[in-house]
């Protein structure tokens, strides 16, 4: 399963969009990338995937590049209730690996 | 919208107990999955299956074991829980998909201590 990064740690003011970005140079062209967020010990919720096109649901925007090689989880009125740790992993068939993510903190 | 259902939520155990972690769900997903989760740290991969029968294991060694008799049910066990063991479990089922499109549903977790 291809690697992601992701910076460690982001704010974001009440009431904002939150753009949370995620490099995954290495993505082989079958592989999604899949976004989940992580409340204090509960099990990853999961937002939201996608391949190629941009998507959007009811909780997140996901852009991915033409090129696949990144992308972007936008929070579009981010509450106090996203402060959440937010994973950015890509996966095909077989199974999917988590890293380290991003600590979001949403601030008053 | 819990369909996966893991028990139970804490344990605290002695060293050298057998334990079992409990993990169903209601979905009638082919893949299911165990992730060991250590406070404030990343989920690690450590045991996964593909359908009844089958069973994988992840990207951390883990001295747990799993079986899938049916599809709904994926339990994790201990023969000799250790202090090391102390651990959030984390449980999660997918449909399988060849085109591989098909998002992760976790439980809650169960929290584990071993004394």
């Known amino acids: 399963d291809a690697k992601t990064t992701q910076p460690p740690s982001m704010d974001c003011a009440e009431g904002r969009a939150a753009n949370l970005p995620c490099n995954h140079s290495t993505i082989s062209g079958n592989e999604y990338v899949y976004w989940y967020r992580q409340i204090h010990s509960q099990g990853p919720q999961y937002i939201i995937h996608?391949?190629?096109n941009n998507e959007t649901n009811e909780m997140a925007s996901l852009i991915i590049t033409e090129d696949r090689k990144s992308s972007t989880l936008i929070l579009p009125h981010a509450t106090l209730r996203d402060t959440a740790v937010y994973y950015c992993?890509?996966?095909?068939?077989?199974?999917?690996?988590f890293g380290a993510g991003t600590t979001v903190t949403v601030r008053a | 919208e819990a369909d996966i259902y893991q028990t139970p939520r804490y344990l605290v155990i002695g060293t050298g107990k057998k334990i079992t972690l409990e993990c169903s769900q209601t979905?009638?997903?082919?893949?299911m999955y165990w992730y060991q989760q250590d406070p404030g740290m990343e989920l690690h991969l450590i045991h996964y299956?593909?359908?009844?029968?089958?069973?994988e294991k992840g990207d951390l060694s883990s001295e747990s074991t799993v079986s899938r008799i049916r599809t709904e049910h994926f339990p994790l066990t201990l023969e000799s829980a250790r202090p090391s063991h102390t651990s959030q479990y984390l449980c999660?089922?997918?449909?399988?998909?060849?085109?591989?499109?098909?998002?992760?549903?976790f439980g809650n977790g169960t929290r584990l201590t071993v004394t």
């Open positions: 996608g391949l190629k």
């Open positions: 299956s593909y359908g009844v029968n089958s069973t």
């Open positions: 999660a089922s997918s449909v399988y998909r060849v085109s591989g499109n098909s998002p992760l549903h």
């Open positions: 992993i890509v996966g095909g068939v077989y199974k999917l690996s």
């Open positions: 979905m009638g997903h082919d893949k």
